[in-house]
């Protein structure tokens, strides 16, 4: 079956730099997105960046753009989210997700149909 396994979280102060890795297995991913998401406590889970398998395309949210990289390496089958300038708010759990995201709607939760268990990024300020 699919596996989604995210590593990489962490506890850093503000302005420092983490790399996450999400790992993923069970299946060719040519055809679909990989995306993270972040859930902050109280709030709901929020769509930070995503990439297309197949060419690399990529997407980010106006919270982490310019700051945040989404990557992927096809021989690895791994993505990453490189987070630079990092801020208090940046403070959640990070998920993986895999989907084939039709038109393009790469921030919506539904769209998306694995999910990793999630990496605790905690900034302080």
């Known amino acids: 079956q699919v596996q989604l396994v995210e590593s990489g979280g962490g506890l850093v102060q503000a302005g420092d730099s983490l790399r996450l890795s999400c790992a993923a297995s069970?299946?060719?991913?040519?055809?679909?997105?990989m995306g993270w998401f972040r859930q902050a406590p109280g709030k709901e889970r929020e769509f930070a960046a995503a990439?297309?398998?197949?060419?690399?395309?990529?997407v980010y949210a106006d919270s982490v753009k310019g700051r945040f990289t989404i990557s992927r390496d096809k021989a690895k089958n791994t993505v990453y989210l490189q987070m630079n300038s990092l801020k208090p708010e940046d403070t959640a759990v990070y998920y993986c997700?895999?989907?084939?995201?039709?038109?393009?709607?790469?921030?919506?939760?539904?769209?998306?149909?694995?999910w990793g268990q999630g990496t605790q990024v905690t900034v302080s300020s």
């Open positions: 997700a895999a989907g084939t995201v039709p038109g393009g709607r790469y921030s919506y939760t539904a769209n998306y149909n694995y």
């Open positions: 069970g299946r060719t991913f040519s055809t679909y997105t």
């Open positions: 990439i297309t398998w197949s060419f690399g395309s990529t």
